[in-house]
């Protein structure tokens, strides 16, 4: 059976490739790693727009529509083009960085000992699984409850919230939550996750609708069913803020 690979696939050969197309059109005077770094990140932001929009499920399918399939395998040409070029003018062995950084991240995170779960935890039990009909990434310092950054934490959710238009539904839901939390610089600097769980729902009313009562306005997170939250700190590089995912429970 066919691996799918052609003769001059490897990484050298590919290098050798675009180099000499390069040279061919005299464009090394401009291949300069600014250049190149700022074409590789025109490039991915490209392959973005083709998910712009998309649920997780929706992106999952892509390659299913011949033109958009298309699309996404020239931007990842483009993008793994641009890789290949900077990494040859800066000298580096992409092949070789790729291992380093693997050993490096062996040690960092090393594999689970607990099995996550999916469609066995509480409340979904033998459901059938399915995808989350709206995923957040939210941009910004999660906040415990009470606290004077919950202000700001959810305006963040709430505008991330109104950014990917999400439709109301009349159900009940299912939530998962990564946290991620700023590296810690002092003793303030401790988050527990019930405390941060409760301000995050409390700024979802455009998800989860208003609470029905004659109480102050508050989301309506009693039609909340099944939660399941994480934290860990932010890695290099790395915003803090959170990964939402909502699930519909009322359509299983």
């Not at 469609?119 to 709206?134: A, I, L, N, Q, Y």
């Not at 606290?147 to 439709?167: L, T």
């Not at 009940?172 to 303030?188: D, H, L, Q």
Request: hydrophobic residues 40%; proline residues 7%; aromatic residues 6%.
């Amino acid at each position: 059976m066919s691996n799918g690979h052609s003769p001059g696939d490897s990484l050298h050969d590919l290098t050798d490739l675009v180099r000499a197309f390069a040279q061919a059109r005299n464009w090394e005077q401009y291949d300069t790693p600014k250049n190149l770094a700022m074409a590789l990140a025109g490039e991915a932001g490209e392959l973005i727009a083709c998910f712009q929009w998309l649920t997780p499920g929706e992106s999952a399918r892509i390659m299913q529509d011949t033109a958009i399939a298309t699309a996404v395998e020239s931007e990842l040409a483009d993008v793994l083009q641009y890789l290949i070029r900077l990494a040859d003018v800066l000298e580096v062995d992409l092949a070789e960085a790729v291992r380093k950084k693997m050993h490096i991240n062996e040690n960092r995170f090393p594999p689970s000992r607990i099995a996550m779960p999916h469609t066995s935890t509480p409340g979904w039990t033998s459901r059938p699984e399915k995808e989350p009909f709206v995923a957040l990434n939210i941009v910004g310092r999660p906040a415990s409850y009470s606290s004077a950054a919950q202000g700001p934490w959810q305006a963040a959710v709430r505008a991330e919230i109104a950014r990917n238009h999400v439709p109301s539904r009349d159900t009940r839901f299912g939530i998962r939550i990564e946290f991620r939390t700023p590296v810690v610089t002092s003793a303030n600097d401790v988050w527990d996750i019930d405390k941060l769980i409760k301000p995050t729902l409390d700024a979802m009313e455009g998800v989860l609708g208003l609470r029905s009562w004659r109480g102050p306005i508050q989301a309506a997170d009693d039609r909340v069913d099944y939660i399941e939250a994480s934290k860990r700190t932010i890695e290099d590089g790395e915003p803090p803020g959170a990964s939402i995912e909502v699930y519909d429970l009322g359509e299983l």
